[in-house]
């Protein structure tokens, strides 16, 4: 059974940084494409990040471009996704997903594994 497990997230001051990490198992991830989605109190669960293992390309949202890395280590089966000069607005709780195979890279409901999520609070 596929599984994945965030870690990483905490409390951050505006401007500064964390790292997330998304551990998998249970499969083999080589041709898998590996999201990050973000989830705001009262809001949709929206779209920051994706990653084509076999590809090698990565995908993000408008407005984590330049601030955001999605990175991976295919030895450890994990994926992360560095956040630079964070944002209150980047408050949300953070989920890593992974799809066989998506059309859209941004579209949750493509994605058929999903992390418990971590908290992610930025403060002003």
């Known amino acids: 059974q596929v599984q994945l497990a965030e870690s990483g997230g905490g409390l951050v001051q505006a401007g500064g940084s964390l790292r997330l990490s998304c551990v998998a198992s249970g499969g083999t991830f080589s041709r898998y494409v590996m999201g990050w989605f973000r989830q705001a109190p009262g809001k949709e669960r929206e779209f920051v990040a994706a990653?084509?293992?076999?590809?090698?390309?990565?995908y993000y949202e408008d407005s984590v471009k330049g601030r955001f890395t999605i990175s991976r280590d295919n030895a450890k089966n994990t994926v992360y996704l560095q956040m630079n000069s964070l944002k209150p607005e980047d408050t949300a709780v953070y989920y890593c997903a992974a799809a066989r195979r998506v059309n859209y890279y941004y579209m949750g409901n493509e994605y058929d594994y999903w992390g418990q999520g971590t908290q992610v609070t930025v403060s002003s």
């Open positions: 990653f084509h293992w076999s590809a090698g390309r990565t």
